[in-house]
Structures are given as C-alpha cells and as structure tokens.
C-alpha cells in the first residue's frame, strides 16, 4: 500500500476564471480609467514634491457591504470636490485584511459573510465596487495582501498600501516591484522603521518572481522596480510615531539611505492607540506639522490616512443577519458627522494659511 504524501491537510481545490475572464465580466470603463489614471498622477505629483497639496486617503477599514460602500462614496465626493484645492482625496477600498491569528479575511475571501468562501464571486464584487466608485470620479486606494489579486483588481485602482504584516515579506516587496501605482509601505507592527525603508528600497529594484499571467497559468514575472513608494507611520507596540520629533527623525533616516523622503501618518491603529476617537487629535496634529511645514518649506509630511465610516464604531462579526448599514465589522471607525467636520476645517485652515502667504 502506498501512503499518500502530497496535499494531506488540503480538503479541496476549486479552480476560478483567469483575470482576463473577471475582467471582461466587469470591464474598465472609460470614466473609471480616466479616474484611476488622474489619481495615479496626483499622488506621483505630491510624492514628486510639484503638488503642495495634501495626500488624504479616507474610508471604511474595510469593505463589506457594498450600498454603504457607495452611500460613503458619494458623501465623500462631495467633500473632494470641495476641497480639492488643498486635498488629494482618495478612498479607502479594502478587500483584504490581514488577521494577527483568525477572523474575517475580507471581502474577496469571503463576500457573502458566511464562511462559503466563495472567491470568485468577491473577484467579481470587488471590481464592481471599484468601478462604480472610480466612475463617481473618486481614486480609489487599497491594500493587496495576496499576491495574486492585484491581477484581478489593480487596474482600477490608484494608490495601494503593503501593510505593518507583510511589509518585511519578500513575496510583497517582489509584488510592488511590479504594481503600476504609486505605493504606501507601512511600518512594522512593533514600530520598526527599518523593515518598512528595506521594502521601499527593495521595490524599488527589479524582480522575478512567480506569479501568475492573465490567463491565470503560473509564470515568472520580471518587473522593472516601482519609484513611487513611500513610508507610512502607524505606531508601534505602546508608542506612537505622530509628533513632529518622529517625523523628522524618520525623514532624516530616508535621507540618509537616499530614499525620498515624504512620509504619509496612519491616524488610526497605533497612533490613535486603537481608539478611533482620537484619530481626530492625531488628524489636527498633523494639520498644525503641515502648516508648520508649508512656512518652512518643508514637503517631508505628505498626507494622512484616517479610517472612517458613515457611523461610528464598529460591530461584532459574524452577525450577518443583523448587521446595522454603515457600520464597520473590522477595525472601529469616526462616524460621517465627524469625517466631514475634520476635512472641511483642515483645508480651511490650509487654504487660509496659503491666502495669509500669498
């Protein structure tokens, strides 16, 4: 008798249609590519230092039910439109999130809420979300955590994020090698800036690596390097990374490795301590670095990056049946009432600084 010595703990592989055939499912529009094209250029501007303006990307910890999804989107565009003299506003569209042990994966790993794992139809659901979204003229920005899903869905998207988990990964650092975005690296859980300058440089050079092409056969993928990264600061374990002494201290350091050094603040996780009230304090902190900044000529604090819902909080998961609208089942967010608040003031207070310069 033979024993078996491959895929012992593997209770089943179902395969999905390749990324072309998702694709031409729910195609790129013209008004999306449009959006996706002009976001990509904004941020490349403020990270390239020729856009004073202020990098905010903004939205939901992640993204579970679609309707709330757009309710969010069109409060949001809004407040884009009027502010966009001072802000560049991207929003926050997670499919993915990254679990310390077990929990809900996402939307893409599992849509329908119930532990069915049904990845193609999340494939499907995700680029429906980010196309209706894009096409509102919103830029979209999210997190890729599996390498493979960025063939399906960065298309559509404008900005992404490799996060405090998989920054140290090679896998990831070899993924944003290639990605077409500009891209934000966060620093590690403990507070360590080193991993997240490591992933910068390291996306920076060219890989090969496997992957997977969009007929969905495996493949080895060269890519050239990605220019456009950036760090983000989000805390540590028991400290924070907001103040002006921090920023400025990791700004030296990027100089030191000859890294560009414009540096994007997570207001949520650490720095909020995870509290999602205080993402406000940490919000105007950074309001007051920025006009401390512009008067000194300094670019090096670039943008912000706040969870936020239509309400406040979040909600325990699974509970799919009762699940309130606008309400996040991951990380706890501000409510809508307190987002608008917090943009509206911020860019007056910018654009006031800029007419008292002028």
Known sequence: MVLPIQDLNVASIVRIPSPKEIKARRPLTAAAEKTV???????????????????????????????????YARRLRAVQEATKDVFVILMRVYFEKPRTTIGWKGLINDPHLNGTYDMEAGLVLGREILLKITEMGIPTASEFLDPIVPQYTSDIVSWAAIGARTTESQTHREMASGLSMPIGFKNGTDGSLQVAMD??????????????DQDGCTAVVSAKGNPWGHIIL???????????????????????????????????????????????????SLIDQKLSA??????????????????????????PAGLK?????????????MTEKILLEGAERLRAAKLAAA
């Open 234 to 284: 989000r805390g540590g374990h028991k400290r924070t990374n907001f103040d002006p002494e921090s920023i400025a201290d990791a700004a030296t350091r990027l100089r030191a490795a000859k890294l560009p050094p414009g540096l994007m603040v997570d207001c949520s996780h650490a720095n909020s301590e995870k509290k999602f009230e205080r993402q406000e304090t940490v919000w105007n």
């Open 325 to 337: 609208p606008g309400v996040s089942i991951t990380d706890a967010c501000i409510g809508w009432a």
């Open 199 to 212: 992933a910068m440089q390291s996306a920076r050079h060219p890989h090969s690596f496997l992957g997977i």
């Open 294 to 319: 512009e008067l000194k000529g300094s670019p090096d604090l670039i943008g912000a990056m706040v969870e936020s819902n239509i309400n406040e909080g979040n909600q325990p998961f699974p509970n």
């Open 37 to 71: 094209i002009e976001g990509r250029e904004a941020v490349k501007a403020v990270l390239e230092g020729r856009d004073s303006r202020f990098l905010v990307v903004i939205g939901p910890c992640s993204i579970h039910d679609p309707e709330s999804a757009f309710d």
